[in-house]
């Protein structure tokens, strides 16, 4: 079982200038694990992936989805995807 | 992690494994299998230089001198490796997070896997040489005991260190 979810954590991380560590702190995981999950390696339980959507007070799929995310930009400014 | 299980004593040992001084003597992925390398070979001197105390004894003392002296360097790798894998062995379960609880698991199945192994081939190397030789057989079976044992005991380490990945950076998010 290595399906891969898609998440946009580490822009929206960096986005509200929230560190791996404090991130951590709040949903109660290690910042390595934070990491691990921006980096694609390692796949956040439910629990965990709603704490984090919680955290950033998004929808849990804003942050996280089956399918690779669009650029922000394209989403915000609408262009079509080719 | 669930914090509000945690002891004192788990705070202060999750505080002491991501101690970050040190982090430089493991923070590639070369370190890392320096600090097992070196662990390695000192258990393996250490359990050497028992069976030499076992097997003579009319030399202990000096085996046992050198054993003592040896298990200094032994506590240091063991403690780089501890701190390369954030306590992934030594923390009890209220402070490690789902993902930590999960390659523990993975690691001591390893670990399980590689022992058991060993172990079948210290059984038949005790068959091969107690065939050979009755005497041989009485000579070697504590040694080759003992040195199982040693591996059991050292082998998730061993795992958890060669495992260990490196530090994500902290500006990655800023590239994505």
Known sequence: MSEQVHNRLAVVRAERKVSRQSLAEAVGAHYQTIGYIERGQYNPSLDLALKIAKFFGLPVEALFSLEPFRPLTDEVYGRKQP | ?176
């Open chain 2, 1 to 176: 992690m669930t914090t509000t299980r945690m002891t004192s004593y788990d705070r202060s040992m999750l505080r002491l494994m991501n101690d970050p001084r040190g982090r430089s003597l493991y923070a590639t992925p070369a370190r890392r299998r320096l600090a097992v390398a070196a662990h390695a070979a000192l258990t393996a001197a250490i359990v050497g230089l028992f069976a030499h105390f076992f097997l003579s004894r009319a030399e202990a003392i000096w085996s046992a001198v050198v054993v003592a002296v040896l298990l200094l360097p032994w506590m240091v790798a063991q403690g780089v490796i501890n701190s390369a894998t954030r306590g992934l062995l030594e923390l009890r379960a209220p402070a490690l997070d789902e993902r930590q609880l999960a390659e523990r698991d993975r690691v001591l199945a390893r670990a399980h896997r590689i022992t058991t192994c060993l172990l079948l081939l210290a059984v038949v190397g005790l068959f091969v040489v107690g065939d050979a030789d009755g005497d041989a057989l009485r000579t070697y079976a504590v040694s080759a005991l003992v040195g199982t044992l040693v591996a059991h005991f050292v082998m998730p380490s061993w795992v958890a260190g060669l495992s260990a990945q490196d530090e994500p950076s902290e500006d990655e998010a800023a590239t994505l």
